[in-house]
């Protein structure tokens, strides 16, 4: 980033979070990625602190300088009054735009209330941009779905300031978006960005066709510009990725290799063929479907069983509905798949609801046969690109849905559809069974992709652009 611009990012999550009275990074791959550039730049992040009802005692300070180790940059944190922060972020973001732009409509669920406080919490946000800006030249990073106003607020405080939003999320095509009732709101907040960047080309068009249908703009499809109330934005798509070689690195070492032996020992796993899910406790994620998929694929193939265990971490989520719900379905259906066909000193699924380290993920992903992706809808899915990075031994099978945005990004991945149950479930056996050979051709052309296109060059290549607006 050019050194006279000031480079403020903007996001709901804390890069650094206060655990036991002292700060600790937050796992994650943006901020891994962002957080030595933030160092460098010694710039500004601007993130939700939460609401002061949840911290015991003395609320933490607004500012704070992090790393804690190397102080470089500021923290900024914006506290949230409790009703403000449940319309903002359950409300408005995840009770609404969530399942909107996941194309899941029947968890769609809306009040006004959720609307006016999500505006709100964008102008909070934008006011502490403003706060930091200072009066010299700044650019501004958003990012995500619970900042789709700030920019409008933004620049009606600095008209000057260099905005973008990257949209992690998928954007859905305009029969969907229009259920809205806001979208005029939502697209002309989007268009105060200079540089929009989503995950693929697709969500790029869908985006397009809704500015072009919704508001009549001038939009060029080809070059990728919007041209509206004498401003032009900028849409690119940006594959976001992972940090390849820090879990090549990881699922290498020792202690990998450690935990995973233990792993496997206490779990009684050992001498079997093991399969991996790591999914948060979403229904996006497609849990059921790929239950379903192991169910019938112990029905069809009993020759797996005593020989094949399936491990579906699922990370705990919001506390609220519909999550609380199908937290519920999915253990139903675990339970019902273990009776089913469960022997003395074998069972099917190892159902895990519980949170791994990175190091500790990347060394299930190096040791597990097969990996399943089964989203119904996802921006992109860094899941897949964890498991192909640390992948070292050439082992295993990607099976991705081909509603995961990973999988137009993943050369030698197998494409399934999950709601195609019984192809699943052929697919995990093909994958079993596949030689060794062509499994390591093409998790050599799916590393190397990843390798040369990882998070890092995600980060430059949005920063290049931003360094050619004006």
Known sequence: MNRTRRLIVVSNREPYTLKAGRLEKTVGGLVSALDPVMQVSKGVWVASGGVPGEWKGKKPKKRVKVPPENPSYILHRVFLDEGVFDGYYNGYSNRFLWPLCHITLDKIYLKRSYWLNYRRANRLFA??????????????????????????????????????????????????????????????????????GFQLDLFK??????????????????????????????????????????????????????????????????????????????????????????????????????????????????????????RELVRRKVASINKRFSRARWHPVEYIEDRFSQQELAALYRGSDVAIISSVYDGMNLVAKEYIASQVDLRGTLLISQFAGAA??????????????????????TALEAEPARKRDALRKAREHIKKNDIYRWVDNILKELRNIK
Not at 255 to 281: C, I, N, P, T, Y
Not at 291 to 309: G, I, N, S, V
Not at 420 to 427: G, K, L, N, V
């Open 408 to 429: 137009e990004d993943i050369p030698g991945a197998v494409i399934i559809n999950p709601y195609d149950i019984e192809s699943c479930a052929d697919a995990i056996k």
């Open 127 to 196: 006011e502490a941009v403003i706060e930091e800006a200072g009066r010299g030249d700044v650019v501004v990073w958003l990012h995500d779905y619970h900042l789709a106003l700030c920019a409008g607020e933004i620049k009606r405080m600095r008209k000057d300031a260099v905005v973008s939003l990257f949209w992690h999320i998928p954007w859905p095509s305009y029969d969907v978006f229009r259920i809205c009732p806001q979208r005029q709101d939502i697209l002309e907040g989007m268009l105060a960005n200079d540089l929009l």
């Open 205 to 326: 068009y869908n985006f397009l066709r809704c500015v072009d249908l919704e508001l009549g703009a001038g939009v060029d499809y080809k070059g990728g510009y919007i041209h509206y109330k004498d401003h032009t934005t900028r849409v690119r798509a940006f594959p976001i990725s992972v940090d390849f070689r820090w879990f090549e690195k990881a699922a290498s070492s020792k202690g990998a290799e450690r935990f995973l032996e233990r792993f496997v020992k206490e779990r009684g796993l050992e001498g079997l063929m093991l399969g991996l899910s790591v999914d948060r406790l979403d229904y996006t994620k497609g849990i059921i479907k790929c239950l379903e998929a192991l169910e019938l694929f112990f029905m069809k193939y009993p020759r797996f069983k005593d020989r094949f265990t399936f491990v579906q971490i699922a990370v705990p989520t919001r506390a609220v509905e519909p999550y609380l719900s199908y």
